[in-house]
């Protein structure tokens, strides 16, 4: 069973929509981070949350932890091209052991 | 621009060959990790190394053999791989265990045949 729980599993959408990817999980994380990966290389970090409630901006990007510090949501608006790739949530929930979701395939169609 | 690399980046080899694949992080991290990625499936840790002691081997099969001279470099020895190995392997650092955020390399992208 799977941890984290990434939805949707692929979006494609136009230049210029706005779009929200979701982490759900049964567990409540310590701290909860995303990535994303571009093609032919390895994720890198966007964000880290720690508070439940805690809402992050990077950009266009907006981040959201749930207040129970199960989930976690992540917003574009207006989405570009560049915003393309597989976002990938993360979480620590009792230990070290930095877990991740399978991801979500996001592609912006210009 | 990324502080961790790997080499080589594509490698391709048949099931007899033995290679290894090499990371170094250049950010002063303690914690290193060794990640495989398959296609539609999440990231998998293969193994674990803080202050270059093994804290990890998540059930990985012998043919993969990790190895951590320090704290900036990391390998994986392959001997006698699968076709079903075939994936991105990422390597990863973090300034010390417990939750810290990971870097990652680029990873390298292997095919057994």
């Known amino acids: 069973t799977q941890l984290l729980e990434q939805s949707p599993q692929f979006l494609s959408i136009q230049e210029g929509e706005n779009l929200t990817v979701y982490c759900n999980s049964s567990?409540?994380?310590?701290?909860l981070q995303w990535y994303r990966q571009e093609p032919g290389e390895g994720p890198v970090l966007l964000v880290t949350?720690?508070?439940?409630?805690e809402v992050k901006k990077l950009k266009r990007l907006t981040f959201q932890f749930g207040d129970a510090r199960k989930d976690s949501s992540l917003h574009i608006t207006a989405a570009q091209p560049g915003d393309t790739g597989l976002y990938l949530c993360?979480?620590?929930?009792?230990?070290?052991?930095?877990?991740f979701g399978a991801g979500t395939t996001v592609t912006v169609r210009a | 621009e990324t502080g961790v690399t790997q080499t080589p980046r594509h490698l391709v080899m048949g099931m007899t060959n033995k290679k290894s694949l090499k990371c170094e992080q250049h950010?002063?991290?303690?914690?290193m990790y060794w990640y495989k990625q398959s296609a539609k499936k999440p990231l998998e840790l293969m193994f674990v190394?803080?202050?270059?002691?093994?804290?990890e081997n998540n059930s990985v099969p012998s043919r993969f053999s990790p190895e951590c001279p320090n704290s900036s470099h990391l390998f994986l020895h392959l001997h006698t791989l699968q076709p079903e190995d075939s994936a991105l392997y990422l390597c990863?650092?973090?300034?010390?265990?417990?939750?810290?955020?990971?870097?990652f390399g680029p990873g390298t992208r292997l095919t057994v045949t």
């Open positions: 567990s409540v994380f310590s701290s």
């Open positions: 993360a979480g620590v929930p009792n230990d070290y052991k930095l877990s």
């Open positions: 190394y803080n202050f270059k002691e093994q804290t």
């Open positions: 990863a650092s973090s300034q010390d265990l417990a939750g810290y955020e990971q870097y």
């Open positions: 950010l002063g991290h303690n914690a």
């Open positions: 949350v720690v508070t439940g409630g």
